[in-house]
């Protein structure tokens, strides 16, 4: 995110909090706040002094839900950990008195209900994590500053090489030592401070859903993200700072509708939220599987000079209404940046704080909520002994969701035989047989808050998996009206080639959607 008008606290109150701290016995791990973070919900991100304003962190407008606190950043080694900001932009008297003040404000408006989260990254805070002794020290670092300040959350705002550096992982495998550490200290701190310890990210859009468009560093997120899914509370990108246009290069590959032109729009903020929820394949990163959608926010700019493709209010306020009346588990919506907002009259508050008040306010069912099924599984055509998978993914605002598989006789996904130990969202069929299966997957919610039925379920779509001795469906030759998807071989002019994506038409080469498979006669 951009900083303007940023400074750094002085060298000299890192020393008085390093000589306080050695003084002071061990800080407890912090308790999580007794108000649970409401279903939708209002987030800003404060630094002191930004965008104009000079408003204290609790003179902030009640309309924030969330305040993402700016930002950790890292020294010269870009993985020791420090608070980064300028206390003195906003508070008076000495560094002491500031950083008082300022513990002060954060317990005023945690007894409002409200959470306040530290964000770690930002336009300059660049975190490298090459091993795991770089990896102790900034999570135990973090920590320290969790414990000091009493935070309720960790946000992961990691730009530019922080992220660029993940772009070799795969969903489904994290190779980088950067995805797998991080993967590591956010684990750590969810067991450390419960389940109410927010975990958010704010990553830019190119590395999230431009994995849809592009490959390399686009997508590059998409794997630490899908490893964290079960401990995410929900995700911001950033929708600015970056090119307005790119998704009407959107293939039918990507199974995320068609292409639009405007990133900057309500139609761009709905539909790169519906990528989130629906999840979609990307061209080079593996198939993203949809979050819940109380896991996905969208991220703007409060106004004018907070940020490239600023759109007034009103176009932020359409998108949210319609993805509340789409999806009514909908988190909400995210900005940079509180100080923005406030030098600008506070427009953007004072218009979006009514419609997540109004969300909220809704009363929710007496009964366990339907899951909704946000991914359905899909068929399969393996060989004999090859690995068939089959994944479905649902998302509940209240409840936990368990899963039980079912083979059944036919196409139907009513009655069968419960799979004993099939019990998880992704389940792996037996192939050891040649012949035809049927499956398919109930969903099941259960809320022992509700007042009525403590239980509710849903049936996914029933698949076929069909398993074969010799040849796919289309052969072993390629051809030219067969669509191949990734994983598949095909043989062309003597040569196999395995298919990286979703391809018709495309003929093989050592290159697009093909692999030239080594040692290939």
Known sequence: ???????????????????????MPAAPAFAASGTPLKPHVNIGYWLGGNGGSNKTLAQASQGWDVINVSFIETKGNYYTPCLSMDLSAVYSG??????????????????????VVISCGGQNGVVHLDNASQRDIFLNGVKAIIDEYDFDGFDVDF???????MNADRIGSLTTQQSINLEYILRNLKNTYGSDFIISAAPEYCYVQGGAISTGNYGAFLPVLDACRDILTYIHPQYYNGFNADFTWLQPSANAGPPFTQVYSAEGYIR?????????VSMDKGTFVGLRPD????????????GSGAQSVSVYASALNTLLAQYPTYRGIMTWSIGWDESGGNSFVNTIAPIITAANNLQPSADAQTPIITSQP???????????????????SKGT??????????????????INGATSSTYNPPTGTEGTNYYYCLVINTDSAAAGNKTATAASNAVTVSVTENQL????????????????????QGKTYLCKWWTKGDIPSAGGPWELQNGSN
């Open 378 to 396: 899909s068929d399969q055509s393996v060989r004999l002994d090859g690995t068939a998978v089959l994944t479905v993914a649902a998302a509940v």
């Open 272 to 280: 790169l939220s519906e990528m989130l929820i629906t999840g979609f």
């Open 94 to 115: 000495s560094e002491a008195q500031q950083a008082a003040a300022f513990k002060a404000d954060i317990q005023t408006l945690k007894a409002q209900g409200k959470k």
């Open 473 to 492: 469906p289309g052969g072993d030759t390629w051809e030219a009206d067969v669509v191949y998807t990734a994983g598949q071989t095909v043989i062309y």
């Open 159 to 165: 730009e530019g090489s922080s992220i660029s550096c």
């Open 295 to 306: 896991q996905v926010a969208f991220g703007v700019p409060a106004r004018n000079g907070a």
């Open 401 to 418: 969701l368990s899963y039980q598989w079912y083979q059944v006789s036919g196409k139907v996904n009513t009655g069968g035989t419960a």
């Open 1 to 23: 995110m951009s900083r303007f008008k940023r400074k750094s606290i002085t060298a000299a109150f890192l020393a008085v909090i390093i000589l306080l701290s050695s003084m």
